[in-house]
């Protein structure tokens, strides 16, 4: 005798992970409308799976109604890259990378309304900021948080920061939201995410996208030290090694 009450439950949850799948794709926000058209799914359908993914925290729905990547989703997309196969590969990657430009290197990645370090390879010189794989830092005053913020809509920046001002860290940090704007349009049309002391006094980084086959960033490569070592100016002849670095890790992440 068929099982349909079974059967029921496997096509529920392939139509919520078609819905998951396709709000993980977007660019930017969708809305109800256009989930429903993508998905191929009827409206009353897709309305239901958003509504429970919503409870969830898988999905996330903004005062307009529009829905985008959740915080348990984005949570779970990091530890996915925390365990996976290819992690060996890439912390092989950012060796190198460390021992070639002589300052910690990290790879990040956004999770909600922070950066994520997913993972890290310190310096051996005894100067050095140390922070713990999987700590988290605010976005408009680190190099990889501006580099993130600089490839999302407007909109999307003012409803992850709020109206401002932001909060401020040190004496250099960007509490200004129209200060803050101008300089990611300048991260926008250089491609490389900076911060000289404006999350942490006397320290500087740098860094660069790592891109999908469509350009759309989803993590980054940084480096950074004290300003006494690493300043924004001497970190421009690491660009090329960040962003060879780069490459070698889109690579091993598009077939994780």
């Known amino acids: 005798m068929q099982n349909t009450g079974s059967a029921g439950s496997v096509s529920s949850v392939l139509r919520a992970?078609?819905?998951?799948?396709?709000v993980a794709n977007a660019k930017a926000p969708l809305?109800?409308?256009q989930l429903t058209h993508l998905s191929a799914l009827p409206k009353p359908t897709v309305f239901r799976i958003l509504a429970l993914l919503v409870r969830a925290g898988v999905v996330w729905r903004d005062s307009s109604k529009r829905y985008a990547v959740g915080r348990r989703l984005s949570a779970l997309a990091v530890q996915v890259q925390l365990h996976a196969a290819e992690w060996a590969e890439r912390r092989g990657i950012l060796a190198r990378l460390a021992a070639d430009v002589g300052e910690t290197c990290n790879l990040t990645m956004l999770?909600?309304?922070e950066v994520v370090y997913v993972d890290r390879v310190e310096t051996t010189l005894p100067v050095r900021l140390h922070m713990e794989i999987g700590s988290r830092v605010?976005?408009?005053?680190t190099a990889s948080g501006k580099l993130f913020l600089s490839r999302l809509p407007p909109k999307q920046v003012a409803h992850i920061l709020g109206r401002g001002p932001y909060t401020r860290y040190t004496d250099q940090t960007i509490t200004d939201p129209c200060v803050l704007e101008r300089a990611l349009r300048k991260v926008r049309m250089d491609s490389v995410g900076t911060d000289s002391g404006e999350f942490l006094v006397g320290s500087s980084c740098l860094a660069v996208p790592i891109e999908d086959q469509t350009g759309?960033?989803?993590a980054a490569v940084a480096v950074h030290g004290p300003m006494q070592r690493l300043t924004l100016k001497t970190g421009l002849k690491y660009l090329p090694l960040l962003?060879?670095?780069?490459r070698e890790m889109a690579a091993t992440m598009s077939h994780s």
């Open 243 to 246: 962003r060879d670095a780069a």
């Open 31 to 33: 809305t109800l409308d």
């Open 138 to 141: 605010p976005l408009h005053c």
């Open 111 to 113: 999770d909600g309304d």
């Open 17 to 22: 992970l078609s819905v998951v799948e396709v």
């Open 216 to 218: 759309r960033v989803f």
